[in-house]
Every structure is written in structure tokens, then in C-alpha cells.
């Protein structure tokens, strides 16, 4: 890292975080990022905000902040919480918490190795506080990689309430393999538990930022245009034996953790949407 690849989203998305740490709340974003690589995504960051748009320092923030509420919520409301970071990237999560809990971070095996790393070194100096912290190398494309989450919660994890959070990723995959994580989600969390997810709608099809950032991923990251998954709050409403407890968009979210309101003219920026659902019995 930074290797090209559509992982190198995982700085752009810390260096947004660090810029607003006013509204993120995550003190540690920049710290994932070692000193030799600091100019060199700093430079990418700059090339995504000039090409792309220039708000993803507050959309990120505010996604990090909605996120890190609930699973604050979810954790203060069962003892035994648990916490499946799908996708995790670098990301402060379990570091965030007021009540620490057993967290389990799964991405692609360079991502998780090179976070490893870097929480070693971050921990050995006193930056990050004390976590317990497990790590899966993973690819949620191939199906084995998605039966390590399923042995995850079926037997580490099994009968525990967990919160796993799909940050991020959604619209990079596709809907069999979203279906799929699902069924994993569906057969291994009990009744109570949550999903957290973002996720971009089908009319962000002909968004100019969208169309920008479509170029932006593949010119830098290698990322095919067609390869998007966009969806609505329907298809949320239809996965099985899930209920959606809540649901918002980076727009109104502003409302809640910044006092601006840069974010009110959705052609000016990229349209989020998250959503928070609960396992049925």
C-alpha cells in the first residue's frame, strides 16, 4: 500500500476522517497512515477533491460519526456485544468505544497485514488504547473468504448479539455477493443483532459526481465504471428476516454533526444513504 488497487480507498477515506476530526470524533485516523506516506496521500486526497468533489472530508466524517453512535448504542445495550467489521479498511472503531468490546476486523490479506503492522506500532508507542482486536485475511468475493465470516459467527461469535457493519463497500460489489453476505449474516447472527451499511440508490446512474468519481476509481484504482452496485431502501426492505430500524442520508445526517450546511445541495456532492437493520427471530 498504496499499491493502485481499489484497497488505497481505505487512505483517502483516514485522510478525510483526520481533516474533520471535529465531526468524525476519530483522533486516530491519521495515526493509521505512516510518516513516509503522509505527502503521498495527502497528494491523493487532493487529486480526489479537485477531480471528484471537494466535500469528502465532511461526508466521510459524518458516516464515521453515524456509525461509531449506533455501534456506542449497540454496545452499551448487551454486555456480551460483539463487533464484525466487514471490509474494515483503516478504520478506528474499537479504539472509539467507551466500552471496549471483542472486535473482528476482516479485509483482503494485504490490507489486514499491513494494519496489523501498524497497530503494533501505534500500540508499542502509546498512541492506541488497549483493544481486543482480532484479524481475518479475507476476500468477501470468493466464497471461502465469506465461510470464514460464516465460522466466525458460528462459532466464536455463536448466540452472542454482534454488530456488523458493511461501511464502504456495498456499491463495490455486486448483488449475488451481497446476497450472499447476507445469508452469512442471516444464518450466524441471533435474533437482535444488527447490520449497519451505506449504499448509493440507482438514480446516482447519471450523478456528475458519480460519473467523476467512476473516472477518478478507474484511472487511479482500477476500478471498472460497470461494476457498481446501487440499490434502494426497497431492496434493504426485502432482505429476509431483517427489519430496518432506521435509515438517513449524509444530508440530513449534517444536521446532527456539523453546524453547516454544505452538504444541502445533493448535485454538489456524492448522495450517501446508511441504513441500520435488525436481525428477526
Known amino acids: 500500500m498504496l499499491r493502485q488497487h481499489i484497497s488505497d480507498r481505505s487512505f483517502l477515506v483516514a485522510e478525510s476522517r483526520a481533516r474533520r476530526l471535529d ?25 480526489f477533491s479537485r477531480e471528484v468533489y471537494p466535500h469528502d472530508d465532511l461526508e466521510l466524517a459524518i458516516r464515521n460519526r453515524f456509525f461509531l453512535d449506533r455501534l456506542q448504542g449497540f454496545a452499551a445495550a448487551h454486555e456480551d456485544a460483539a463487533f464484525v467489521n466487514v471490509c474494515a479498511g483503516l478504520t478506528s472503531y474499537p479504539f472509539l468505544l467507551e466500552r471496549p468490546i471483542p472486535c473482528f476486523e476482516c479485509d483482503l490479506p494485504h490490507v489486514v497485514r499491513f494494519k496489523q503492522r501498524r497497530m503494533a506500532e501505534l500500540s508499542s508507542s502509546g498512541i492506541l488504547p488497549r483493544r481486543s482486536v482480532s484479524f ?77 468519481l467512476q473516472k477518478f476509481f478507474g484511472t487511479h484504482f482500477g476500478f471498472p465504471a460497470q461494476d457498481y452496485c446501487l440499490f434502494d431502501r426497497e431492496w434493504i426492505g426485502r432482505i429476509r428476516r431483517y427489519r430496518m430500524l432506521e435509515s438517513s442520508s449524509v444530508s440530513s445526517s449534517e444536521q446532527s454533526y456539523a453546524a453547516s450546511t454544505v452538504l444541502s445541495n445533493e448535485r454538489e456532492i456524492l448522495p450517501e444513504n446508511y441504513a441500520l437493520l435488525e436481525r428477526l427471530s
Do not use: C
Not at 486516530?28 to 496521500?41: E, I
Not at 468477501?140 to 455463536?158: P, Y
Not at 456495498?170 to 453476505?181: I, P, T
Open 136 to 212: 481475518l485475511g479475507l476476500d468477501v468475493l470468493r466464497e471461502d473468504g465469506r465461510h470464514q465470516i460464516q465460522s466466525l459467527l458460528d462459532t466464536k461469535l455463536a448466540n452472542r448479539p454482534t454488530f456488523v457493519l458493511l461501511e464502504g463497500v456495498s456499491y463495490l460489489l455486486n448483488f449475488g455477493v451481497l446476497e450472499a453476505l447476507f445469508d452469512v449474516f442471516r444464518e450466524g447472527q441471533s435474533p437482535g443483532s444488527q447490520v449497519a451499511m451505506d449504499f448509493w440508490m440507482p438514480d446516482l446512474r447519471q450523478h456528475p459526481v458519480f460519473l467523476r
Open 23 to 47: 465531526v468524525s470524533r476519530d483522533a486516530y485516523a491519521r495515526h493509521w497512515m505512516p510518516p513516509t506516506r503522509l505527502s503521498a496521500v495527502a497528494s491523493l486526497w487532493d487529486d
